[in-house]
């Protein structure tokens, strides 16, 4: 079974810049998860769809950042424009359902360096 | 909000030795799990434990949900160990978790 996956691996962008990022989570998956990761803490939920509609969005900053899972499968997280603090780790988590006890599989993050 | 707070926030071991890493919250979950981020970055469910105890190999977690902590043993480390140790909580219906800061363990050969 393939994993989630992410990318690009690392992007290096200055500030103000726009960024793109792409998930495709497991197959028949329908909840899927966008973290942000700062150096040297937890990843911090930014939103949770379920197939492709929002459950929760309470922690995404919408007036820079912005999430669509068109056809309820992949996903793309993008920033307009970038800030020096958006720099972290962005990870992408997939699960089959909604339940506390399923399982979250995360992929490999893509690394964002905002100069 | 749910407060989550790991201790202790670096260990440093030998390979064979012992440890336990702590998470305690500040209100009552339905959901506590404990992952494993490797130094490449990989996040890997480890245990999904919000009460009882749980064993896989050489690691176990025990979580007293009365007192609102959690505990992860892991028994003669390794190297392949090391890494980031984080316990994730949740407190509703949903699967939304919220993870702690994690502890980092340093495996020495």
């Known amino acids: 079974e393939a994993g989630v996956a992410q990318s690009p691996r690392y992007k290096i962008i200055e500030k103000r810049q726009s960024v793109a990022f792409w998930c495709n989570p497991i197959?028949?998956?329908?909840?899927l998860y966008w973290y942000q990761q700062i150096l040297g803490q937890g990843p911090k939920l930014l939103i949770q769809?379920?197939?492709?509609?929002?459950?929760?969005d309470s922690q995404l900053p919408k007036d820079r950042f912005s999430a669509e899972r068109l056809k309820g499968v992949d996903s793309t997280l993008k920033i307009q424009p970038a800030k020096l603090e958006d720099s972290a780790v962005y990870l992408c988590?997939?699960?089959?359902?909604?339940?506390?006890?399923?399982?979250?599989?995360f992929g490999p993050g893509t690394r964002l360096t905002v100069l | 909000g749910i407060q989550v707070e790991q201790s202790p926030p670096d260990l440093i071991l030998q390979e064979g030795a012992n440890s336990t890493l702590r998470c305690n919250f500040s209100?009552?979950?339905?959901?506590l799990q404990w992952f494993h981020q490797n130094p490449w970055g990989q996040l890997i469910n480890l245990f999904y434990?919000?009460?009882g105890t749980k064993q896989n190999g050489r690691l176990s977690a025990t979580t007293v949900a009365t007192e609102r902590y959690s505990l992860l043993y892991i028994s003669s480390s390794q190297t392949t160990d090391s890494g980031v140790y984080f316990c994730?909580?949740?407190?509703?219906?949903?699967?939304?978790?919220?993870f702690g800061s994690g502890t980092r363990l340093s495996i020495r050969p």
């Open positions: 988590a997939s699960n089959a359902g909604t339940s506390p006890t399923d399982t979250q599989y």
């Open positions: 197959s028949g998956h329908a909840t």
């Open positions: 769809f379920q197939n492709n509609g929002v459950v929760d």
């Open positions: 209100d009552s979950v339905n959901n």
């Open positions: 434990i919000p009460s």
């Open positions: 994730a909580v949740g407190y509703s219906s949903a699967s939304k978790i919220i």
